[in-house]
C-alpha cells in the first residue's frame, strides 16, 4: 500500500460492519497518515496505529452512547467541583518520532485544560496530551492501545470492559499502566461509581442519570 493507493481501503473501510475490526500489517507511517486525511472526520470508525501495525475498528451504537456517557459524566463534574473540562472526543492523536498514533472513543483535558482552551488543532509536539483517555470495549479489545497512550504519555486511561460490565480506571506509572481505584483527573470518582452511573444509563437514559450523578457529585463532597 502506497500514499496514493491508500484510499482504496477506504471503501473497505465504508463497509465495515458495525463492531467489526480491519488489520493491516507493513503499513508505512506516511500510509497511515494519508488513510486519515482521506478519512477526515470519519466519526464511524477508528484508527490505532502501532509501528506498522494499523488497526480499523468500526464502534456499534451501544459503543458510542457510552462514550458520549463518560464525557457527560466528566462535565458534570467540572461543573460540580469548579474544574475546566475540556473534551476532544475521537480527536486523532499522533507521535511520528514513536510511530504511533491512535482515536480514543473520548477524551478530555482537565489539569491542563486551560493549555487548550481555544485550540482547534492539536500538536503533542507542543501540547499537553488528554489527562483521560476513554475506551469502550464491547466488541473488539483495545488493550494494545495502552502502549500507544503510555508513548504519548496520557496520565489516565478509563477502559469500559463489555463483557463483564464494568469500568476500569488504569494509571501511568514507570513500567506502564497499573489498575487504580480512583481516578487522578476526579479524585472523588472510583471505577465504581463510574461502573455505577455508565450502568444506570443503559435502562434510565442520559438525562434521569446525569441528574442522579449529579446529586452523586453534591453529597459526595458534603
Sequence with gaps: MTPTHASTYLDAIDHLPPGSTLILTDVT???????????????????????GRLEVMSPTSDHDQLAIMCSLLAYVLGEETGSDVESFGS????????????????????????????????????????????????SHDSTAKMAIYGSMKVPE???YDGRESQMHIYHLGND?????????????????????????SKTQGQTVTLRSFRQWARMAQG
Design 29 to 51: 507511517w506516511e500510509e497511515y497518515e494519508s488513510l486519515v486525511d482521506d478519512l477526515g472526520d470519519h466519526g464511524s470508525v477508528r484508527l490505532a496505529f502501532d509501528q
Design 91 to 138: 480527536t486523532t492523536f499522533k507521535r511520528r518520532r514513536s510511530g504511533k498514533g491512535a482515536e480514543p472513543d473520548a477524551c478530555f483535558y482537565v489539569q491542563t485544560a486551560a493549555r487548550i482552551i481555544g485550540r482547534r488543532r492539536l500538536d503533542l509536539a507542543k501540547d499537553p496530551p488528554p489527562d483521560v483517555m476513554v475506551e469502550i470495549d464491547i
Design 157 to 159: 486511561v478509563w477502559r
Design 176 to 200: 506502564g499502566y497499573v489498575e487504580a481505584p480512583v481516578s487522578l483527573a476526579f479524585p472523588m470518582l472510583t471505577a465504581a461509581i463510574l461502573t455505577e452511573f455508565l450502568e444506570q
